[in-house]
Each structure stands twice: as structure tokens, then as C-alpha cells.
């Protein structure tokens, strides 16, 4: 008896070998074209492993797609999944593209939904059925986003532009199979999608969550994706960017096209990247974000620990509140020192934060090398070090995570899951 299911159901499934225990689940479903033959055939599966690393599982290897999970042979090559040229993936490349339909009610411009495969022969799959949706996919209905017209179930025959290179295409589908990935591992799908691909799923996501994947990206990457986006909202999303991630950004950029960003930033955010601009990229005032918690003296810990509970904030920047004078934005009234937030965990809520400052903590200035910040997080066990004028005035804070990015390989990004673990 044959066996048929769509993608969308695949996904996200548990992988278990023969013996029951997970391998992973089901990201995406992988198909090609060949011209021996009508259907274009399923070749495998990628598996998201421990790690979130994404593996190749061959349909030879899949004994069995039911009751809610996949049943492998146990036998998975651990190795990083790498797309080839003439592979396709359906989930990230065929859901949401624009199709052309050629049916017993003529032709009709149409959305895909989903796909429908089934195994044919012994562990040989293929693609034979579309879920589309009549329409071209450009109106919704009642501003809601959700779509109109007529759907309907068709032979894959009759689909023409299914696995066509560069055709207009939402992600919409994409995303939402995606939705539980966090910005480094979305960023990691995307750098792995063609570029042409890549452009369209980058330009579906709202300002704050491009800003999370830029940041995640290789610079290629993300100079790339930027050049793509109306000058208005380039601008947007470098202001949603961390400050040093932006800067960074920015740097890579042609003196014309940061002027020209700049100019359309709020004022306060582009004096914040035009002084991080005109630090060296290996120096304190390079790495640092300009962005830290900032309190007062008078502070209570309860506001204190309000504030670094934000989800926007991150946790290297959360350990840390630097307690300042006023003006609290950087560059800051005069700089007095900082509470980690353990230590704020073990006082009374109604207390002050200038109460409990640690002034051991030794400051670092903008020309401070990444030796002297990499020997200074060492020696006092921090996740972050505050830079100071010649004033004594907060410019900002470098934490580990950007003194780890510095010291990397450039493409670590892309090879993050090839680190050994020996």
C-alpha cells in the first residue's frame, strides 16, 4: 500500500533509530529533478541533532513515517548538512512560491502550501501532489494577513515553476516552521539558503528580529541583505541592532553608504555609531556596546533588577548595572563602579545600588587592546568591563561574547557546528 504525507506534517517530527531512542526531528525534506524521471524524487531529510546541528538523512535510511514519527535505520552520518546545487529544499524554497497551474479548468497563476510525497517503490519517494492556493499571493484578506482564494489539491504534473531558480516568494511558510529557532540558528539557515533565497526570508522578518539574525551572520552576509532593503529601513534595523554589532556593520560599508544610513538614523542612535566608528576594530572603543545598564546612584535594587529582566537585553549585558551620575547615557556623568547582579539577588529589594557598588573593578580606556580587555575579564572573573574617558565618564562596556567574536576565525560563523570537540 502506498504511503502519502505532506511536508507541513513532517516537520518537526521526532527521528528515532530501530532501538527507540531520538536522533532529532524533521527541519526539511529534500528533493531533486531529474530528467529519467517524471516526479521530482525525495532524496532525504534534514534532521536537526544535538547541538543544532543539521544532518542529512537519506529516504534510504527511513523505515517507516508513521504515527507521528520518523523510524530511521540508526545508521546517520553526523556530518553538518551541506546543500547542493541541484537539491532543493521544500520548506525553505517551495512553500509560498509562485506557481503556474494547467488543469481541466485551464491555467492559473497559484501559491504553494505544501507538498505531498509518497513512497512509490521501496524506500523511494516522490513528490506527487501540491496544496496551492488560487491567487498570486499579492492581496490579503482584511488586513489580517490571512490570504484569500480557493484551495485545492493537484496533480505535481500540473504544476509548472515548482522548482524554477529566482521566482517571486514569500516565507511566510518558512518562518513559521522556523519559529522556535533562535536568531544564531536562524541565522545559520538563512547563510545556507541560496542567495537569492536568502534576500526574500531576510526581507520577511520584522525590524527586530533581522536585527538579531544580522548580528549572528557573516559579514558578506549581512553587507549583502542590507544593500537589498529600502535605504529607510536599513536605517531602521541597524537603530535595532547592538551599537558595536551596527558599527561593525557600518565599517564594511563605503563612506557614502554609512552618511547616507547615518543621516536617516534618529540623532542620538547615529552619534552613538559615528564615535564607535572612529575607534580601530581591535581596540576597547571598537568592541565596546554603548548601550550598557545604566542606574544612579539612588537606584533601588528592585528597579535595578526590573530593568535587566528585559527580554531585549542580553545576559552578558544583564550581569552587569554600571552606576554613573547623571546623564546616564553614555558618555555618562562621572563613573563609580559596578553591581553584578548575583550580588543584588542576595539584598533587600528597597536598597540602593550605591550601596552595594564594587569599585575594584578596573576601568579600561577606548585604546585599551584586546589583550588588556581579554587579561582584565580574566583576572576579575567578569562578563563584561566598563570603558572610561580621561574624565572618568562611561563611554560603554565590552563584554565576553564580543571579546570571543574578535578572537575567532572571520568564518567561524559559518563553521560554528565544525568546531571538534576534542
Sequence with gaps: MSSRVFVSRLASLSVFDPL????GRVRDVIVTVSPRRQRPRVIGLTVEVAGRRRVFVPMTRVTSIDGGQVITTGLVNMRRFEQRPNETLVIAEVFDRQVT???DD????AIVEDIAIEKERVRDWSVVKAFVRKGDGSRSFGGLGRRRGETLV????????????????????LLANYDDLKAADLAELIHD???????QVAAALDDEKLADVLEELPEDDQVEILATLESDRAADVLEAMQPDDAADLLSELSPEAQERYLRLMEPDDAADLRR?????????????TTDPVVLPPEATIAEALALVRRTEISPAIAATVFVCRAPLETPTGRYLGTVHIQRMLREPPHGAVGAIIDKDIETLTPDASIGKITRTLATYNLVSVPIVD???HLLGAVTVDDVLDQLLPEDWRGERHEVSND
Excluded at 193 to 199: A, D, N, T, Y
Excluded at 276 to 288: S, V
Design 101 to 103: 497551474v494547467h488543469d
Design 106 to 109: 485551464g491555467t492559473y497563476p
Design 276 to 288: 564607535l566608528l572612529t575607534y580601530e576594530d581591535d581596540t576597547a572603543g571598537g568592541l565596546m
Design 20 to 23: 527507540g531512542d531520538q536522533v
Design 193 to 199: 539558503l541560496k542567495p537569492s533565497r536568502r534576500v
Design 154 to 173: 493537484v496533480p505535481i504534473e500540473e504544476v509548472a515553476g515548482l522548482l524554477t531558480a529566482d521566482v517571486d516568494q514569500g516565507a511566510a511558510g
Design 390 to 392: 580621561e574624565d572618568n
